[in-house]
């Protein structure tokens, strides 16, 4: 067993979410190589954990890895919003929930899926293997101008039109599979300047089609729905995320939560008698320090959001 992915804001986490009562349940909802669990798990001894990842490969290390903890360590295969939308019977509604959004360094280096153009793989990029629609099926579909709002709206890629058009036209002349051939065909078209920035030019349309491959800005809002939904109220929610896009909706989720009233803006008097449903316990995000993006720079885009559930929909404790 390998482990290669380092774990972010691992101690800020830890302080956010520690539990507060003896037996709880913590739902990791985005296991990965499981680094945030054997923190949990290691310092609280009455800690129960449910792992959930949605690759059955880097759960079977996760599993491996976390084996000497036994029966306090559950797993689950799918994807989070599944098991939050129907919590198992056997599971009791959970304590504390931590969504980990980032991609694992073990998809980037260990995968072979094509995440990264550092090697030539297979443009694959799916996190579930068994998912219909891979990167490479999207380029050779997808209309350009499909394709250039895509990379642009999920990597905000300046170049995304003219990138387009290089892509459809070079699938006219053979199947683009790989993504060494892909990679090849952004720096192509970029400026000179563009290609020697700080960041490899096709850095923002892999970003776009892995987002869309996995349907991770798709999804996240239904996730974000689900999981508080099953949270027991007092728990705490924490979510990690690594790019504005998915910021911005984590954020805006829990400020609209965070409201008393929903009515709008335009409105003489409150009629919805709404009550806030969470209270936030982080008001900024909290970043990672200078000391661990030193460490591990993969962090440095890293922010954590944290909030305490206070109602049920229903308005009930």
Known sequence: MEIVHTPVLLEEAVAYLAPRAD????????????GHSLAFLSRFPSLHIVGIDADPAILAIAKERLASFGDRIHFYNGWSHDFFADLPVDIKRPDTILLDLGISVYHYEKSGRGFSFRSDEPLDMRIDPASRTSAADIIATMREAELA?????????????????AITEARTRSRIVTTGALASIVEAVVPASYRRGPIHAATRTFQALRIAVNGELARLPELLEAALRSLEPGGRMGVITFHSLEDRIVKNFFREKNKDCTCPPE??????GGKRSVSLVTRKA???GDEETRRNPPSRSAKLRVAEKLLDEDGSR
């Open 23 to 34: 037996g709880e349940l913590m739902v990791d909802a985005t296991l990965g190589e499981g």
């Open 149 to 165: 709002d895509l990379i642009y709206g999920y990597a905000e890629e300046r170049y995304s039109r003219r990138i387009a058009r």
């Open 267 to 272: 409105a003489p008097i409150c009629k919805c």
């Open 286 to 288: 909290v970043a990672p």
